[in-house]
Structure formats: structure tokens, C-alpha cells
């Protein structure tokens, strides 16, 4: 009923910069909060950066100051502007969305199926 779809993943050198987005569709009546997760290989899921529909926003202190949550309430889309990558920041990126469905009447949480950012040294 509900998909997310994340993009914008690759290989980047340190000091690089990388855009993410992710976009919600199917039987969609209204999207909460959105926000970015992060898992590193061996860790575990972690918060990047949340952003409410009124737009505020949340970040992990590692990504304060480099990365940028926004989003497009009329495109159901959220992105993440990440600047001055660093090799720590390798981790596959997932997106989540609370929603509430058409004819639904509850929130509930999706999410993405994510997407690799790989920063080399």
C-alpha cells in the first residue's frame, strides 16, 4: 500500500558532498513525521536527522553542521543534503515516514529499503 524509495547513494571522497531523497507513495492521507537512519556494518540503526511537517528538525551531534533535512509536503519527499563526508559516515541510509493511510486512522511507521553511501579516505 505504502512505499518508500531512497536515492542518491554511491562512493564519494572524503571532504565530498552527497544529496539523498526519498519519496513516499501509494494510499497515502497524511505524512508526520520524516526522517534518516543510518546503519554501519557491525553497528547498530542509529538516527541521522528527523524533520516534522512543520519542518523542524533533529540531528545525531556526529552530522550537526554538515547534513541538511528538508522536505516537499506536496511531493512526499524528504532529503538529505550531507557535506563534508567524512569515512565515518559509510553506512547504508534508510528513510522512514509516520503516516496515517487513506481510510486509516492511525499513524504508522515505513520504511525505506536504503541505500549505500560509501565515503574513502
Known amino acids: 500500500q505504502v512505499q518508500l524509495v531512497e536515492s542518491g547513494g554511491g562512493l564519494v571522497q572524503a571532504g565530498g558532498s552527497l544529496r539523498l531523497s526519498c519519496v513516499a507513495s501509494?494510499?497515502?492521507?497524511?505524512?508526520?513525521?520524516m526522517g534518516w537512519y543510518r546503519q554501519a556494518p557491525g553497528k547498530q540503526r542509529e538516527l541521522v536527522a528527523i524533520i516534522t511537517r512543520g519542518g523542524s528538525t533533529n540531528y545525531a551531534d556526529s552530522v550537526k553542521g554538515r547534513f541538511t533535512v528538508s522536505r516537499d509536503n506536496a511531493k512526499n519527499t524528504v532529503y538529505l543534503q550531507m557535506n563534508s563526508l567524512e569515512p565515518e559516515d559509510t553506512a547504508v541510509y534508510y528513510c522512514?515516514?509516520?503516516?496515517?493511510?487513506?481510510?486509516?486512522?492511525?499513524?504508522?511507521?515505513?520504511w525505506g529499503q536504503g541505500t549505500q553511501v560509501t565515503v574513502s579516505s
Open positions: 522512514n515516514a509516520e503516516l496515517q493511510t487513506t481510510g486509516g486512522d492511525r499513524l504508522y511507521l515505513y
Open positions: 501509494g494510499r497515502i492521507f497524511s505524512i508526520n513525521r
